[in-house]
């Protein structure tokens, strides 16, 4: 029998807990460590790992600095593509991709909250700024190998976005089964799914 809440609520439960453990952390840190700048960071393995404030008014690795109102929208495009992704009945009992939506539905709403001024920051340099309203995302990871690699900061829903398109990538080189095989050549023929 058919239901329209078949994976609905695992799809949700992953994404608000993504969303809501990248949320807190930000807050915690951004707490204790202030703007970025403010006060030094907290070095957890000399050398390799720290958390340092830092925000993002870009996307992926600080491009597209200042494109913030389009990233908000593409996120919003983004969430509403895995909704419909979701909501075909082929997927709702897939739990591998329901994981793998959840963690990134999570990743996107963790930093579009940011992108939108949510958190209700306010910068404190440079001079010209000051005051003003903060639309950026803030991250706090930072990783590095003294040497060889200095990776750009992040935050959790950075990593939950990668752990979701890598998990995504996995599920795709998984041979199709026979119904969905059956479901393919119905659809080649032009038949309803």
């Known amino acids: 029998m058919w239901n329209p809440l078949r994976g609905w609520p695992l799809f949700a439960w992953i994404a608000a807990t993504a969303a809501m453990v990248d949320l807190v952390t930000k807050t915690a840190i951004f707490d204790r460590l202030g703007m970025p700048g403010i006060r030094r960071g907290i070095v957890l393995v000399p050398g390799m790992l720290s958390l340092e404030t830092n925000l993002n008014e870009g996307a992926l690795f600080g491009m597209g600095q200042g494109l913030g109102m389009l990233f908000s929208l593409i996120s919003g495009l983004a969430i509403a593509g895995i909704a419909y992704v979701v909501s075909r009945p082929s997927n709702r009992d897939d739990i591998g991709m329901i994981l793998a939506l959840g963690l990134i539905a999570g990743g996107i709403v963790g930093n579009l909250y940011d992108r939108l001024g949510l958190p209700h920051l306010v910068w404190h ?65 032009g038949e309803n799914v």
């Open 125 to 189: 340099a440079p001079l010209g700024r000051v005051g003003q309203p903060v639309y950026a995302v803030r991250d706090w990871i930072h990783f590095r190998l003294e040497g060889l690699i200095d990776w750009p900061i992040f935050n959790l829903a950075d990593t939950w976005l990668v752990i979701g398109a890598g998990l995504l990538f996995l599920l795709s080189l998984r041979p199709a089964t026979d119904g969905e095989n059956a479901a393919g050549a119905r659809s080649a023929r």
